[in-house]
């Protein structure tokens, strides 16, 4: 648990965020939203620090593609749900090579087996429209969580991962519906 406390969504940047949503819906309508995690009070996979940056850069995301976000409580069209989802991942390496000594293999064949152990995280975005209480618009990004920077560069880190995630929101028109 330490390990997750140390580690940043940095990495799973260099993924693709995968977008899900309903076609039918009518994303014109959203114009004012508010953002919460949804991870229960008890979780402790992020601090409360990382919380308000990663609610920041979303709200700032949002506002780059037009939307106005309002602290939660207040007057909204859609709300704004995420949780990080971190688990523990190994990857096995084994290398077999012919030993070369001074003639053409003539030596012992060498192998190698290594196991490497990293923090896997999923980040998971949910827009809920709020007169349907239902989830519109889902985005996930995955990947290998990076170890924590100063403050400034984990609100930078956190900050291109909700770019990213929100780079094609809201769906409008034709292109957007093909994912």
């Known amino acids: 648990m330490l390990l997750v406390a140390c580690s940043t969504i940095d990495d799973i940047i260099s993924s693709r965020a995968k977008v899900d949503f309903n076609k039918e819906y009518d994303?014109?309508?959203i114009r004012v939203m508010n953002v919460s995690c949804g991870l229960a009070p008890e979780d402790e996979t992020l601090t409360p620090a990382q919380i308000e940056h990663i609610n920041l850069?979303?709200?700032r995301a949002l506002e780059q593609q037009g939307m106005t976000v309002v602290g939660v409580g207040e007057t909204a069209d859609a709300h704004v749900s995420w949780h990080v989802v971190v688990k523990e991942q190994s990857n096995l390496r084994e290398y077999n090579a012919q030993s070369y000594y001074h003639c053409w293999r003539c030596?012992?064949?060498?192998?190698?087996?290594?196991?490497?152990t990293y923090t896997e995280g999923t980040f998971v975005v949910d827009v809920i429209d709020l007169q349907l209480s239902q989830s519109v618009w889902r985005g996930v990004m995955q990947g290998r969580l990076a170890e924590l920077g100063d403050a400034d560069s984990q609100q930078s880190s956190f900050d291109k991962a909700a770019e990213e995630m929100f780079a094609r929101f809201p769906p409008s028109g034709f292109f957007n519906r093909i994912y």
């Open 27 to 29: 994303f014109d309508t």
């Open 57 to 59: 850069a979303i709200g």
């Open 107 to 116: 030596g012992p064949a060498i192998s190698s087996t290594s196991t490497v």
